[in-house]
């Protein structure tokens, strides 16, 4: 079955600690993204990539990294000098069709830093 | 203003109820539009993606009204399984493949 893979479901680190955030997906799609959800707040957007070995910064990109060596796979690092790592982290892809981008999102991982 | 505007609710209405829900955007820019789904602690689901003349998929009617720069989504014959918060979400702007998502309208459908 076709679909966006996000592992593990739920991550618990310490501070000052990185954290990657895997993300597949096998539904050929070109372009990939990574959210964040706080309680009662909508999405905000992390990064993006359009096309493999190239990503731009979102809304939120500080204290983050990304890196998209293949099409399939766009891990997310959240790094220490994330002030308030603790939410839902959603990964989602979009196949890039005229003019419409529907995006599709994977099951999302919940981050916890004690 | 924000971005994506909508009533947060809740909407609480009773099986088989007719409800709408609303939505403005600030961009005049954005070119695409979707609601989504999103229940409990899961992933955003798209729902209908809303085009200028408006479609329908089943019980679910969107409208788009871009003078007015505001979207709507009707929901006939509530089902207690369309309980979940419902997600606007319009492109940046033209041609981006960045969207901007509301905070949701939360919906309980009650038997």
């Known amino acids: 079955d076709g679909g966006i893979t996000q592992s593990p479901k739920y991550l618990f680190r310490k501070e000052g600690q990185n954290v990657t955030l895997s993300c597949e997906q096998n539904?050929?799609?070109?372009?990939m993204y990574w959210y964040r959800q706080d309680p009662g707040q909508g999405l905000r957007l992390i990064y993006y990539?359009?096309?493999?070995?190239?990503?731009q910064k979102g809304d939120i990109a500080e204290g983050y990294s990304v890196s998209r060596e293949k099409k399939e796979s766009f891990p997310l690092t959240v790094t220490s000098a994330q002030k308030n790592p603790t939410a839902f982290y959603l990964c989602?892809?979009?196949?890039?069709?005229?003019?419409?981008?529907?995006?599709?999102f994977g099951p999302g991982t919940r981050l916890t830093v004690t | 203003r924000k971005e994506v505007e909508q009533d947060p609710g809740p909407f609480n209405v009773p099986e088989g109820a007719t409800v709408a829900f609303n939505c403005t955007y600030s961009?005049?820019?954005?070119?695409?539009f979707f609601w989504y789904r999103q229940d409990c602690r899961k992933e955003p689901k798209l729902l209908m993606s809303?085009?200028?003349s408006g479609n329908e998929d089943g019980r679910f009617t969107a409208q788009l009204n871009r003078a007015s720069q505001y979207i709507s989504l009707l929901i006939r014959d509530s089902k207690l399984s369309d309980s979940a918060t419902y997600l606007c979400?319009?492109?940046?702007?033209?041609?981006?493949?960045?969207?901007?998502f509301g905070k949701g309208t939360k919906l309980s459908v009650i038997p």
């Open positions: 961009n005049s820019a954005s070119q695409s």
């Open positions: 979400v319009a492109t940046k702007g033209a041609g981006s493949y960045q969207l901007t």
């Open positions: 989602a892809s979009s196949k890039r069709a005229g003019g419409v981008y529907e995006q599709y």
């Open positions: 539904l050929n799609h070109d372009a």
């Open positions: 809303v085009y200028s």
């Open positions: 990539s359009q096309i493999v070995n190239d990503f």
